[in-house]
């Protein structure tokens, strides 16, 4: 399927585990425009590859052979296709209809695009207080290590041109991930555009984020990044 928004083909990442019941409201969201979307599952029990084949004409689906969703977003990016690859989750919680701006981000200079849930646009309905409050202080950290301005450190709505893929060389298994890409973005001096996203609530199922263990993980990856060698950056953008 070819895009007819953009001259540059688009590839949507799912990782999923036992998402059956929320993936036709997230399938719903993608735009036909898409030029590919991959599943990557991590060994469901439930019906989430049949669901995902019968909603997506043409899904390609990628069986995680580790674990966690660093993992599976890992092995979706080296499976995609497109010029630019987007990543999104499986539970409802990010709006495939944002796609677009996204992609408009990368299309007009950006090297990496990030959704923030706290500029104007954005917004959350799921986000705890403590959770935000150990979002803002983590954000808040980076920011003061790496010269950033990010808003929005702990989110996984996130796109980037698939020529970045070796200099951000992901390598964790945890949600931590999110983290790794956008203090190794930084680091390699990509071009970086915060794009305005509103989170929805988990539509069913538990979510295996624990706030204090996941919120530790992220801060070793920070402290552990600023002791990696640094490559020369350029001026970041974001709105």
Partial sequence: MSSVLFTVSVSVVVPAMNEAANLPHVFATLPE????????????????????????PGLRVVTQ???????????????AKGDIIVMIDADGSTDGREIVAFVTALTEGADFAKGSRYIPGGGSDDISRTRSLGNRALTMITNRLYGTRYTDLCYGYNAFWARHLEVLNLDCDGFEIETLMNVRAAKAGLVIREVPSHERSRIHGVSNLHAVRDGLRVL????RERRRTTSPRREHASV
Avoid: C, P, Y
């Avoid at 052979?65 to 499976?79: H, Q």
């Avoid at 070793?220 to 402290?223: A, K, N, S």
């Fill in 65 to 79: 052979t580790g674990r966690g969703k660093g993992n599976a977003l890992t092995e979706g990016f080296a499976a």
């Fill in 220 to 223: 070793r990856t920070i402290l």
């Fill in 33 to 56: 425009w898409v030029d590919e979307v991959i599943l990557v599952d991590g060994n469901s029990t439930d019906d989430t590859v049949a669901v995902a084949e019968k909603l997506r």
